[in-house]
């Protein structure tokens, strides 16, 4: 694989037919659906390592190991070497969902500040469970379903994390001033 990276070839408005049959997660209902070869899709923003795409009037995030049905390099799926030590499991998590945007908005939910928090929890057989704490930034927004599929899909790629689950709460209820710095100068809310 090259340094470069792919979706930076990508823009708003571009119109891609798709090279074969790709999974996708719908928006935003958050459920794995087929889109089928040949299907034009429109892209509507590429970041992290997912794009979002638009198909006869409807959104779908296609996530980075898939983006060769859109004519691009794959990117592989972000995982850990069996012996990874605790510290780069949870940097790995931390990792992953630094890579997971709401897909109407070009700023990670981590920087968004809609992680509340993140545990990881080792079982007695050696398994790992991930339990996410996150908010939206409206509690009538519909796309946790969305991110909390892509966080899930990326963090499951350490073969340590057996599970990932996402708890959406609205207390205390999201703000502006829960974002970093470097997202409220990317969103113009300085």
Same mark, same amino acid.
């Given at each position: 694989m090259s340094d470069k990276d792919p979706l930076a070839t990508l823009h708003k408005g571009q119109t891609l037919p798709l090279q074969r049959d790709v999974e996708a997660i719908s928006i935003p209902f958050g459920k794995t659906v087929t889109l089928a070869e040949d299907s034009e899709v429109s892209v509507m923003q590429a970041k992290g390592s997912s794009v979002s795409v638009g198909h006869e009037g409807r959104l779908y995030l296609i996530e980075g190991r898939n983006l060769d049905a859109l004519g691009l390099e794959a990117l592989p799926r972000p995982t850990l070497p069996e012996d990874a030590s605790e510290e780069e499991i949870e940097r790995f998590v931390w990792d992953q969902l630094r890579t997971c945007f709401d897909p109407e908005i070009p700023v990670n939910i981590v920087d968004l500040g809609l +992680?509340?928090?993140? *545990? @990881? !929890? $080792?079982?007695? #057989?050696? !398994? *790992?469970? +991930? #339990?996410? *704490? /996150? %908010?939206? #930034?409206a509690p009538g927004c519909g796309m946790g379903d969305v991110i909390a599929a892509d966080a899930r899909n990326k963090i499951l790629g350490a073969p340590q994390i057996s599970q990932v689950? %996402? !708890? @959406? +709460?609205? =207390? &205390? &209820?999201?703000? $502006? !001033? /829960? /974002? %970093? =710095?470097e997202a409220k100068l990317e969103l113009g809310m300085f």
């Open positions: +992680v509340y928090g993140c *545990r @990881i !929890e $080792r079982l007695i #057989t050696g !398994e *790992r469970i +991930v #339990t996410i *704490r /996150m %908010t939206l #930034t689950h %996402t !708890e @959406i +709460v609205f =207390d &205390p &209820p999201w703000s $502006r !001033e /829960m /974002m %970093t =710095d």
